[in-house]
């Protein structure tokens, strides 16, 4: 078996670290900085405070980013990079922020729109402004990832787009800024990072490195996920979260998403359920379709090195996890008629899927959706 690995991210762990900011910016030999993040926090003031905190570091701020960006806010954002001469990218939020940050500080540097590369196959230049990425959420790992998943909602379409460029140049993790998520927010991240971890494992791509990072982070979040979820300022469940959510992107970003995250893009594109969410709902699904098929043995390996009897207990405690805590584990509210099914289908044969162990057909994926619809 031949694997590489490839991890070029600085990171940085711990309470307080935001504040480190302008030395890892001079570090890096960084001027004029842009921050880039959500509207919520603008609102709080932790924007505002990162800027003061920054020393003149950070010239200027771009607040236009929704969850799940779309790409003509990745556009927006590009031009005020070309426009105010901004010399590095501060991430600072959810995935969202991320993500919109790294495609951002790529495209900046050429005349194009990101339409160029999303879901077209056209290869993103790897030229890319240092990005310093501070995640607000324990979710997507996006600040170790080569990922930007963006959304181009006029055309109903979701795509991550890959580039060795989006690697960011250092994170920091600071596991205090992730108070403040709300119980649901806590939910649906945590439940992404557990998506990462095990579909990161059984992906076609698996490799030994990626493995066992894969275990801890899914251990994490079994015991903490439901702690933080409960009491939002347990501290001890807030940091091994960011801990597990870190890792297991560093487990996800070289093997690949595989079955769960295909299945999760028409499921938010078209249907608006929040990205983490989507991605669990098929989550206990898929481990007992993988459990049984090709390569089904390394799926109960991983089970059984994490805590439980077999891979069939590991898909019933992600199921009591998604009800302890709320989330979705079905479709039936939705009310779906076959042509709806039909287009979930058609959309979830993304190429994530064909990284996932067991061959899925469009005959699995229609069962899928009408047990889920209660069909
Ligand atoms: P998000 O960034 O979309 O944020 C979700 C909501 O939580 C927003 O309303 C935001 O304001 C709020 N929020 C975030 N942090 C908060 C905090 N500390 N306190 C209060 N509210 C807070 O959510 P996410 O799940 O982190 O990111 C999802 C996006 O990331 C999706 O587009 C998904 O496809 C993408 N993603 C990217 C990668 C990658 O490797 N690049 C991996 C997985 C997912």
Redesign the pocket.
Known sequence: MNWDYLQPVKIHFGKGRVKEIKEIARELGCERGLLVA????FK?GLAEKVIKESEGMIVASFGDVS???DVAEVDACAEVIRQKNIGFVVAL???????CA?AAASVALTPDSIRKYHGTGVAMPEKHLPLIAV???A????EV?C?????DHANEK?A?IVSEG?YPAAAIIDPE??????PQ?TA??GI?VLS?AIEGYWSKGHQPICDVLAMHAAEMVFKYVYRAYRKPDDEEAREKMCEASLIA?LA??LPK?TSS?AC?FPL?NIYHI???EACGLTLDYFIRINAKGEGGERVEEFARRIGFKDAEEMADAVLELKKKMGLRCDLKDLELDDDQIAELVRISRHPNLYNNPVEITDEMLDEMYRYLSGK
Do not use: A
């Open positions: 959500g509207p919520f926090f709080s969850p799940n960006p939020g959810g995935g969202s922020p991320m993500d790294k995640p607000t959420t979710g997507t790992g996006s990832t990922v930007s998943v963006l959304s979701k991550p989006f800024l992730t108070y403040t998520m709300p927010v649906g991240t992404d990462h992107g996800f970003t998403t995250h999760s938010t929040p990205h983490g």
